[in-house]
């Protein structure tokens, strides 16, 4: 009678550190992996095809509950889409406050990646730190859309409202603040024999791999292969600000760690240069039919009254043909591919998440390697289930 | 060799400097609220729960045109207009279901008479799903407006949209 020598085990869907609800399927031999299987699907919600039975601006809070810890990423990514589909140009202050915003975001969710990845391996008061710091971004948000994580700020076409007033100091304030605590996040963990022991050398993919598996963000990044969206395929005026693009040695993750530390402190500095130069202007474009006339117009005149009737009710038409339409959001290159038919609700919202792509890669991470460390690959990929499933 | 001794090094050197950052919070006033009991005021544009506004007179701005109900993703609105004895067009029946809605905002942007607006409460919670249906009686602001809150949001909302005329 023969012996089988593995053990089949769920990781998942309820285990804490799997963020959220990930079923990885482990075949153990001891305690060695020797197979892993991420089953994805739990949190399914339709998003993409909810979007299609919707008008063009009406999908528009459907992304942010995506990525639900980069709203504005993927506010941007969709409109963004819908613009270059439709042949919009959005003036210049538009462009500067979304590069902000989104900077904002690429800050917010490394800071729960980091708090979040630090609990899973056994430092519990990062995540407190973290979260204390991200409240700074969430006031931000507030007070610009209204909301703490379901924006909406960034619509077709410009913003939805004039940026706040107090938005300069606030942004100051807490590029200020989060700078200074950089330095505690350095000292408890750059140096923890604990979180080295379990980071460096562990969950680690080379250039090859990254590229084959068709990776993107701080896991092609942390692998050396300097890849970034905002400098090789600049949107939204990207080309006119001045930043660095970290890069890793190893490929691992304790490389990842550090890469993203960088990356909040240059997204610090992006967000830095664009409120010293934010231009004048409209927070809108004026485009009758296609984005929403200003409130006061549609009081008072009654052609605006005729078009936001219109387009409230109507939508816009889009034209036949597809556009595609990549940014850089924290986690990786987030795409929408855009089919319009003609009418006025899309054929076909297609998203290329990060989360899912970058999730390929956890058999490579863990295979052959010790149980423990699939905790620290899963956290090192940073998925947000709401994105892999969509 | 050189990573042991590393190690030990980190452990022994590193890592009491580590600690002595949490030892430093120990003093610290704590960032968290006592939640129920202190509330944190929400910023202007917070999106809470709907108000439906009324002109100084009294009656209601809401005509029942259904651009709300047209712009909401989430087809929270229900609504029946009727005919007053003036003529005027207003709702008989406006409904909101406050399980459906997302609280986008969007039926606020879209209102062509400033009439529905959401204000700034954010505690929701019934046993029954029936409460989550708010009709039109409980939206309408009390007309002889005797409290602060509902002078100051109209005006609060047509700042948010730049609208400058007060005397709308
Ligand atoms: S609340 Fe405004 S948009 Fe909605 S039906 Fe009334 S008047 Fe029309
Ligand atoms: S806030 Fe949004 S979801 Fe809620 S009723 Fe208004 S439009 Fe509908």
């Known amino acids: 009678m023969s012996v089988e020598k593995t053990v089949t085990i769920n990781m998942g869907p309820q285990h804490p550190s799997t963020h959220g609800v990930l079923r990885v399927l482990l075949e153990l031999d001891g305690e060695t992996v020797v197979k892993a299987r991420p089953i994805v699907g739990y949190l399914h919600t339709g998003i993409e095809k909810t979007m299609e039975s919707k008008l063009y601006y009406k999908a528009l809070p459907c992304t942010d509950r995506m990525d639900y810890l980069a709203p504005m990423s993927n506010n941007l990514g969709y409109c963004l889409a819908v613009e270059k589909l439709m042949g919009i140009e959005v003036p210049d202050k538009v462009k500067w406050a979304r590069v902000c915003l989104a900077e904002l975001t690429r800050v917010n969710s490394h800071l729960v990646w980091l708090g979040t990845h630090a609990l899973d391996l056994g430092a519990m008061s990062m995540l407190l730190y973290t979260f204390r710091e991200r409240e700074l971004i969430l006031d931000i948000y507030e007070a610009c859309g209204g909301q703490r994580m379901m924006t909406s700020y960034i619509r077709i076409g410009g913003l939805a409202h004039e940026l706040p007033k107090d938005l300069d100091a606030k942004v100051r304030k807490m590029v200020k603040t989060i700078r200074e605590r950089m330095h505690d996040y350095e000292t408890l963990l750059n140096n923890n024999q604990i979180f080295i022991n379990r980071t460096k050398g562990v969950a680690v993919i080379s250039a090859d791999d990254a590229i084959n598996l068709s990776l993107t963000g701080p896991m092609l990044r942390g692998s050396g292969v300097k890849h970034d969206l905002r400098k090789d395929n600049p949107y939204s005026g990207y080309e006119n600000f001045d930043f660095e693009v970290p890069v890793g040695k190893h490929g691992d993750a304790y490389d990842r760690f550090l890469l993203r530390l960088e990356e909040i402190r240059q997204s610090l500095r992006i967000c830095e240069q664009a409120i010293d130069g934010m231009p004048e202007g409209p927070y809108r474009t004026h485009v009758p039919g296609v984005v929403l006339p200003l409130k006061e117009d549609v009081l008072y005149k009654m052609e605006s009254l005729i078009f936001h009737f219109k387009l409230v009710t109507e939508g816009f038409k889009a034209p036949v043909g597809s556009v595609y339409q990549g940014i850089e959001s924290p986690k990786g290159e987030l795409g929408f591919y855009i089919t319009g038919d003609g009418t006025n609700k899309p054929r076909r919202v297609r998203v290329r998440p990060p989360s899912f792509i970058n999730l390929a890669s956890l058999p490579k991470l863990c295979e052959g390697r010790m149980f423990s460390d699939v905790v620290c690959a899963i956290g090192s990929i940073d998925i947000v289930l709401g994105e892999v499933d969509r | ?168």
């Open chain 2, 1 to 168: 060799m050189k990573d042991v001794l590393k190690a030990l090094g980190n452990s022994i050197l590193k890592t009491p400097l580590g600690l002595l950052i949490t030892i430093k919070h120990l003093f610290k006033k704590p960032v968290t609220l006592d939640y129920p009991r202190k509330k944190k005021p929400m910023a202007p544009r917070y999106r809470g729960r709907h108000y439906l506004e009324r002109y100084n007179d009294g009656t209601e701005r809401c005509v029942c045109c259904g651009l709300c109900a047209a712009s909401c993703p989430a087809d929270a609105i229900y609504m029946e207009p009727e005919e007053t004895e003036h003529g005027e067009r207003r709702a008989k029946v406006y409904e909101i279901n406050l399980l459906r809605c997302i609280f986008c905002g969007f039926c606020e942007e879209a209102c062509p008479e400033e009439a529905i607006f959401l204000g700034q409460e954010y505690e929701f919670s019934d046993d029954n799903r029936d409460s989550f249906i708010w009709t039109k009686e409980q939206m309408l602001v009390p007309h002889p407006r005797k409290d602060n809150p509902f002078k100051k949001i109209i005006r609060r909302v047509r700042k948010v949209y730049g609208v400058t005329d007060k005397n709308r």
